[in-house]
C-alpha cells in the first residue's frame, strides 16, 4: 500500500505527558499537511510543509504544538504538556506540488485519548 | 474555525435513492472539494469545483457551485449501503495557500440496504 501512514493508530496518555505523532506522505508527495478532528466536526487545519519548509503554522493550536519534517519525508508532530482537550484524532494528509489544485491524501488518522 | 456548514447534519436513506447533501461557506472562494469519510478512517477526496464552474459530475457525483449564493450541493445518484458515510464540503479561500483547506461539519448519510 502507497498511502499515507499514520503511527500510532491509537494513543493513550496522561495529562502532562508528551506525545509525538508520525507521518509518512506518498512517496511522491512534496506537501504534508497535518489537521486535528474532534468527534462530530470537519477536520481543523494545523500546519503544512513544503519539502522540510513549514510554510504555515499560525493555526498551531498553541505553542504547546510543534510539527518538525526535517529531511522533507515523513513529519512529526509533537504535543507538550498534553491536556484533555487535546483529546483528538490527528489527521495528515500529502498532496504533490504541481500546476493548479490538486486532492490532499489522507491518512487513517491516530486517536490521542488523555485520561 | 469551521467555513462551512452542511445541511442536514444526518441523513437517512434506502438503497437506490438519491441523497442531495448541501453547504454554505462564507468567504470567496478559489474552489470547493467534496470528501467522505468512513468511520474511524481517513477522508477520500470525491470532486474538486472551481470557482468559474457551476456544475460538475463523477460517476454518481453530481456537485453544484452558486457563488452568488456562496453554496454548493453534492448529489449521490442510486445510492448503495457502501456509500454510509460522513460527506464534508472544504475551501480553499481566494488568494489563500492550497494548504488551508476549510471544512465545513460534515454531513452523516446512512443507506440502509
Known amino acids: 500500500d502507497t498511502g499515507v501512514s499514520q503511527d500510532p493508530r491509537h494513543k493513550i496518555t496522561k495529562r502532562g505527558q508528551n506525545v509525538t505523532f508520525r507521518c509518512d506522505p506518498i512517496s511522491e508527495h512534496n506537501r504534508l499537511y497535518w489537521y486535528r478532528q474532534t468527534l462530530g466536526q470537519g477536520p481543523e487545519f494545523l500546519t503544512y510543509f513544503q519539502n522540510e519548509a513549514q510554510l504555515e503554522k499560525s493555526r498551531l493550536l498553541s505553542d504547546r504544538f510543534s510539527a518538525e519534517r526535517p529531511k522533507g519525508s515523513f513529519s512529526t508532530l509533537e504535543i507538550q504538556r498534553t491536556e484533555q482537550g487535546d483529546s483528538a484524532m490527528y489527521l495528515c494528509?500529502?498532496?504533490?506540488?504541481?500546476?493548479?489544485?490538486?486532492?490532499?491524501?489522507f491518512g487513517d488518522g491516530t486517536r490521542l485519548s488523555i485520561l | 474555525s469551521q467555513q462551512g456548514e452542511e445541511d442536514p447534519q444526518a441523513l437517512s436513506i434506502q438503497e437506490g435513492e438519491n441523497a442531495t447533501m448541501n453547504c454554505s461557506y462564507k468567504t470567496s472562494i478559489n474552489n470547493l472539494q467534496w470528501y467522505r469519510q468512513n468511520s474511524g478512517r481517513g477522508l477520500v477526496h470525491l470532486i474538486l469545483?472551481?470557482?468559474?464552474?457551476r456544475e460538475k459530475h463523477s460517476g454518481r457525483l453530481r456537485v453544484t457551485l452558486d457563488t452568488s449564493k456562496k453554496s454548493s450541493s453534492l448529489l449521490i445518484t442510486a445510492s448503495r449501503a457502501a456509500d454510509t458515510a460522513s460527506y464534508f464540503c472544504?475551501?480553499?479561500?481566494?488568494?489563500?495557500?492550497?494548504?488551508?483547506?476549510?471544512f465545513g461539519k460534515g454531513t452523516k448519510l446512512s443507506v440502509k440496504p
Open positions: 494528509a500529502s498532496s504533490p506540488s504541481s500546476v493548479g489544485w490538486q486532492p490532499q491524501h
Open positions: 472544504a475551501t480553499v479561500a481566494a488568494g489563500g495557500s492550497q494548504g488551508n483547506l476549510i
Open positions: 469545483i472551481r470557482s468559474n464552474e
